[in-house]
């Protein structure tokens, strides 16, 4: 995208202001090491979504009606609804990523996969590993595909239990942060006290979010919800037939990569909704074409 078009660097430009460092050469260049830091990783993906809605919106795409996102989507659908300032959530979620990482020892927490299993196998496959530890169902992505979390030992059990109950394969993630399992209810309390001082305005759109699969246009409603959203599952199928609840016929994922587009055509319920994704500019040249098209 950056080559094809400066607004996507300056908005990465934007984000390095804040962050104090060349978030864009970072990106490019790596060491994946340290782009993998989720207190790097957060303001990397929020500048990226952006970028590419500017784009969007800079080659004469239609402005959102309605808006969602994905854990730390949750952000840049905020900030594409005209609800918080780009600059002002570059630097909270860099804060976001920090207390997170600060929450749990290295090591000492764990996120898998779970392929093939009902949301409710998975529920009680964690039930009976956790053996007064914490290990909790935290992203329901899609039928037959939910992520877990928590404390190393007991995900590695309840992985285990999700295989006699059937599952077709437990996949641990690269990621060092049990993210959106209790574990980080401290975490979201130091964001609660971050967020005191940022200035929330009524979304501009719909804002769906995926904590509930509700609705949220009340500016006073939305620091305690991302407060909750920290230490709590991210309901993804709520939330894309909570977007088409508001009326969507399309819905398109703004950013790198496409797998919420996979996620979103096995959602049920959502019959007649059109999806698209922006990952790449043929991509981005198909989906503004097929919503000038509607």
Known sequence: HAAADPVVRATFDEASQVLGYDLWQLAQEGPQERLNLTEVTQPA????????????????????????????????????????????????????????????????????????????????????????????????????????????????????????????????????????????????????????????????????????????SDPAELRPLLIRQLASAVRWPAAVRGLAGTGVRQIIECGPGKVLTGLNKRVEGVEGVAFANTDDPAALDAALTATKGS
Request: charged share 20%.
């Open 45 to 216: 993906l929020l500048a990226a979504g952006i970028a590419v809605l500017r784009l969007w919106m800079k080659r004469g795409g239609a402005e959102p009606t309605a808006v969602s996102g994905h854990s730390l989507g949750e952000f840049t659908a905020l900030v594409a609804a005209g609800a918080l300032d780009f600059s002002t959530a570059i630097d909270v979620v860099k804060f976001r990523g920090q207390v997170m990482q600060e929450a749990v020892p290295k090591g000492a927490g764990l996120m898998a996969a779970v392929i093939g299993l009902s949301d409710a196998d998975v529920e009680a496959a964690c039930q009976e590993a956790a053996q007064g530890a914490v290990v909790e169902a935290v992203n329901y992505n899609t039928a037959g595909q939910v992520v877990i979390a928590g404390e190393t030992e007991a995900v590695k059990r309840a992985g285990e239990a999700a295989k006699a109950r059937g599952a077709k394969r437990v996949l641990p993630l690269p990621i060092s942060v049990p993210c959106h399992s209790s574990l980080l209810r401290e975490a979201a309390q130091r964001l609660g006290k971050r967020l005191e001082s940022v200035e929330f305005r009524a979304p501009r759109a719909r804002y769906v979010s995926a904590v509930d699969g509700n609705v949220y």
